[in-house]
C-alpha cells in the first residue's frame, strides 16, 4: 500500500474484519476481539490508525440495515440512470422474439436496454417537450452507437419523437 487509506477502504476493510469474526467461530485459545480491539486491528492491518472520530462513527452504523446495492453505487428506485439518444424499432421486427424470449410488439410499451435486468421498468423522458412514457425491458440493444434505449414505436409516438426517429431522452428506474 502507498500509506494512503480513503473513507470507503476504511469502512470496507472494517466490515471485512467483522464478517470474518462472524464467520470463523472462536476457539477456547483465540479470544474474542472487543470493539475497539477490532478497529485497531483494521488500522493496523491497513498501516495507519483510524481516528478515534471514525472508530466512533463506524461503531454507530448497523451493516444489516445497509442496501449493498446503493452502497455500491447501484441505482435505486426513482433514481436517474441515463440520459442519451432514444430510437426505436422498425415494423418489420414486429411478431419476433427478444432476448427475453416474448415476441415483440410495436403496439407494448417496451424497450430494449444493454444491461438492466428484463422486466425493469424505466421512466423514459423526453426533456425537449416534457413527455414521459413508462417502459419494460424484454430486450437487449441498441447495438447502434450512442444510443441509450430502443423504444416501440408505440413509446416512441408517445414521446413524440416517430418523426424524426430518434430524440435526447433521459432514463429513471421506477417501480
Do not use: C, W
Request: hydrophobic share 45%; no cysteine; net charge positive.
Amino acid at each position: 500500500m502507498d500509506g494512503t487509506t480513503t473513507t470507503f477502504g476504511r469502512k470496507a476493510l472494517r466490515t471485512l474484519v467483522l464478517a470474518a469474526a462472524l464467520a470463523f467461530p472462536v476457539s477456547a485459545s483465540a479470544p474474542a476481539l472487543a470493539g475497539d480491539e477490532v478497529d485497531a486491528f483494521a488500522a493496523s492491518f491497513a498501516g495507519m490508525d483510524a481516528p478515534a472520530a471514525h472508530r466512533k462513527a463506524a461503531d454507530a452504523v448497523d451493516i444489516t440495515t445497509i442496501d449493498p446495492a446503493n452502497e455500491l453505487g447501484t441505482p435505486g428506485l426513482g433514481d436517474p440512470i441515463g440520459a442519451g439518444v432514444a430510437s426505436y424499432y422498425a415494423d418489420k421486427f414486429n411478431g419476433r422474439r427478444t432476448a427475453s424470449g416474448e415476441a415483440f410488439s410495436n403496439s407494448a410499451l417496451t424497450a430494449a436496454h444493454r444491461s438492466l435486468p428484463f422486466g425493469s421498468k424505466v421512466r423514459v423522458t423526453n426533456p425537449a417537450n416534457g413527455k414521459s412514457v413508462v417502459v419494460r425491458i424484454n430486450d437487449r440493444g441498441p447495438f447502434h452507437g450512442g444510443r441509450v434505449i430502443d423504444l416501440s414505436k408505440s413509446a416512441a409516438s408517445q414521446l413524440g419523437i416517430v418523426q424524426r426517429g430518434h430524440g435526447r431522452v433521459e432514463l429513471a428506474l421506477v417501480d
